[in-house]
């Protein structure tokens, strides 16, 4: 029995010894192969073409995505790279990472598909995750997966922010037929440019009156400095300047709140920037400016595949007006900017934020979901969590009929 995992002195989490020319054959149909950041070079190709063929790609699978996951995790976070094959041709590939967690007085031991194993406060925040594998093969490719996790020792599987369809039903029917999962379904909230180019109506046409309106008085003040304009980082050293000054604009509100941000020095920010010097070339990342004469009113970081952009995060410069909306003003540019650029859809990924429900009218279905297996440890967290949900309900029950 191959264990990804080992208990050190020190109680964390390190890989156990593994070749990368060691392959497990759970079935008589998928071979997976186990690979090492050594063996990168090598499976990066195969993992671009799978990326460029397979219905499940999303930017967030991109070889460009794991090269800078690589680059900044592959020292810190144990992790195996996986590659299926069949008939001596490679039909899926992901990755596997591990982090020992703590769940009240327990620790558990949780795998992650895909990134989702780094520390709480480095966390690269996974959406449109899946198996990157060729249509036709999920049922087989879940199974091979099932068998070979099956011989290591985890006590929560977790996929975050995968794409509800084939991939999530063959893993719960082949990989996890037996063992209980716990699903928690968000929405991303987006634009569909292709719907409103047919329509034949400007982005501001489309809003609510109310969001069009505080979208334009915002406009005819920020007009007295000069007209509005939208830049988009024409080389890798402007993008990296305007990252720059986005982190400022986004750490400074933060701060300004009390919190770190999620641009504070440390793994997370070093992952981006190598994730812009890796996807920037290609064409996998927008880095957006507003400006209105000399002042920037916001800086947006977006990912870019097949027509679709994904807006990841922001800067802006709030004023002390509170009348002024910086934020609606710079999206309503950048999503005028790609109307008129031919790109298909403007999505504001997962969150429950008031402007994206303002700014975009479509919205689709994310899945959270973790598979825990049958122990004692386990029986104990679920039942405490049933007890705690239980008093909060009973309290608010009881304290609902107060004046």
Known sequence: M???????????PSLSAISSVREVIPSSVITISVHDARDWPTLAPIW?????????SSFYLSPEWMTAWLDVFAA??????LAFEE??????????????ESRGPFRVLRMYLNSGGEPVAERTLMEFNNILCLPGKEAAVAAALGNYLHTLT?????IGGICPGAVLSALQTKAFPDIPSTINLRSTFFVDLDALRASGLSYLESLSSNTRGQI???LR???DCGAPKIEVAPDLGTAELFFDEMCRLHQAIWKYRGKAGAFAPGRRLDFHRALIRSAYPKGGIHLLRVTAGDQTLGVLYNFVQNGKVYFFQSGFNYAHDRHLKPGLVTHACAIQHYLDHGFKQYDFLVGDARYKKSLAKSSAPLAWVVFSRATLKSFIIQSLRRMKRRVKRDVERQFSTWS
């Open 154 to 158: 985890w006590d929560e599987f977790a």
């Open 48 to 56: 671009s073409e799978l990326a460029h063929n397979s219905p499940y």
């Open 76 to 81: 810190h976070v144990p992790f195996q790279l």
């Open 216 to 218: 334009r008085r915002s």
């Open 87 to 100: 008939q001596g041709r490679t039909v899926a590939v992901c990755l596997l990472t591990c982090m020992l």
């Open 221 to 223: 003040h920020y007009a």
């Open 2 to 12: 191959h264990n990804l995992v080992k208990e050190s002195e020190r109680g964390e």
